[in-house]
Structure formats: structure tokens, C-alpha cells
């Protein structure tokens, strides 16, 4: 009866440290320590179907309403794919640095907006693609600085 014990209990000691990589670095730990990688050389330009969200993205829509005091925005928009939100109607905070004054429900714009850190978007930079044209949102896009 001893000896069966002994084998069990080498059995189940073998078990565990097989499952445990018998004491050597599992290969889930390898594969997540990239810090041997050059990644300057790697090309990311195809990570399959995966859309990576980021906190800024622009796109174009309909005024639907503006708060009295210009500091809401609510638009039924199209996607915006740079903060990986679909198309929906909702409201959006306004930055300080916005003014809506001219701007009012039906109006057509196209807008850009970044996700604080608290979740919430809010409008960076508005333009009327009505008045101002398809494309008046680059003049308040300049990346140049950046």
C-alpha cells in the first residue's frame, strides 16, 4: 500500500510540474516579452481585419440641436473611424475653443473630435461644408507642427 501511495503521489507531482512547464519559462512568457524585437523594421500595415481605436478621429454630419450656452452639440453623424465609433446621433462636449454661434440645427458639417480621459468626446474643430465647402476642415487640421 505504501508503494502505491509513493506512485501516486510521484504521479501527481510529475502532473503538476508538467503543467507548470516542469520548472522552465512557458512559452506564453516568451512570446509576450518583445523587448528583443527591433520593431522600426517591422511593417504593421497588415493586422488583418483588427481596427485599432485610437482618441481623435474627424468625420461629417447633420446639426441636430445646441445646448443654450454652445457648450453641447448633439449630430447625427457618419462613422468615425479613427476612434472606431460607428455612425449614430449623440452629443458631443465642445472645447472651448469652439464657437457654435453661427452654427444651427440642420446645418451639414464636418467636425473633428478626441476622446478625453474620461471616456467623453468632445469637439476640437467644426466647419459648415455647406457654406465653406466639402473640404473646410483641413485648414483646421495643420499637422504641420507635429
Known sequence: ??????????????????????????????????????????????????????????????????????????????????VGMGAMTMGFGILSSVDLSEYTSGDNVSFMVKKGRDGSYRITAICNTDTDGADCLKAKMDHSGH
Open 1 to 82: 500500500m505504501k508503494r502505491i501511495t509513493q506512485l501516486t503521489a510521484s504521479a501527481i507531482f510529475a502532473l503538476s510540474l508538467a503543467a507548470c512547464g516542469g520548472g522552465q519559462e512557458s512559452t506564453d512568457t516568451k512570446a509576450a516579452d518583445h523587448s528583443g524585437m527591433d520593431h522600426s523594421t517591422m511593417d504593421h500595415s497588415e493586422m488583418g481585419d483588427t481596427k485599432m481605436a485610437g482618441d481623435t478621429g474627424h468625420t461629417t454630419g447633420v446639426i441636430v440641436s445646441i445646448s443654450d450656452d454652445g457648450q453641447q452639440a448633439t449630430i447625427d453623424h457618419q462613422e468615425i473611424a479613427g
